[in-house]
């Protein structure tokens, strides 16, 4: 009885072992739970100014849809541990920031945990009236052996670029999905 013991005890903690660890969230994301449904609001829209005190941050989605893909990403964008918002496809959103240092995360929203765990991250010090732009360009990076992957490259962007693509890209209206 004591060997069945022992023996259960053991081998209880070498399965403990064995079971795969939670996905760890990077912090300057949300909580992992968190989806978002997004319309693009087509209308034109311009570059705004940052409001008495604060910088202004824009995010740009560049999607470019792989050959025979069918897929239009959801991407979350994470501000110093929350969600910012989200686009999808080539669409762009905008959020106000207080001056300091800032951590920006991207992450596709996918019910696949192989895209899902994957984060693209950077950080920024904001200066008050200040306006800064990044774009994430989700893409498949194709490899020697025959398979694929998603990247999201997340990466600051000048003004002109992103006048460019406020031109040709929609408002993300996001909400929670519930």
């Given at each position: 009885m004591k060997v069945?013991?022992?023996?259960?005890?053991?081998?209880?903690g070498a399965v403990a072992q064995n079971l795969p660890a939670a996905p760890t969230v990077p912090p300057s994301c949300g909580?992992?739970?968190?989806?978002?449904d997004v319309k693009p609001d087509?209308?034109?829209h311009s570059l705004g100014q940052p409001g008495p005190g604060k910088a202004l941050v824009y995010v740009f989605e560049e999607f470019q849809e792989a050959s025979g893909g069918f897929i239009t990403p959801t991407i979350r964008l994470g501000l110093d541990g929350d969600w910012a918002g989200a686009t999808k496809g080539s669409s762009f959103l905008f959020f106000s920031v207080a001056p300091g240092e800032h951590h920006l995360c991207a992450n596709w929203q996918s019910s696949s945990p192989q895209i899902s765990n994957q984060y693209s991250l950077t950080s920024f010090t904001a200066e008050s009236g200040k306006v800064y732009f990044f774009k994430v360009a989700p893409r498949v990076e194709s490899f020697h052996d025959g398979g694929n992957a998603w990247r999201k490259d997340?990466?600051?962007?000048?003004?002109?670029?992103?006048n460019y693509l406020i031109g040709i890209s929609s408002l993300s209206r996001w909400r929670p999905h519930k």
């Open positions: 069945a013991l022992i023996f259960l005890l053991l081998a209880s909580p992992i739970q968190v989806s978002f087509r209308h034109p997340l990466a600051p962007m000048d003004r002109d670029g992103a």
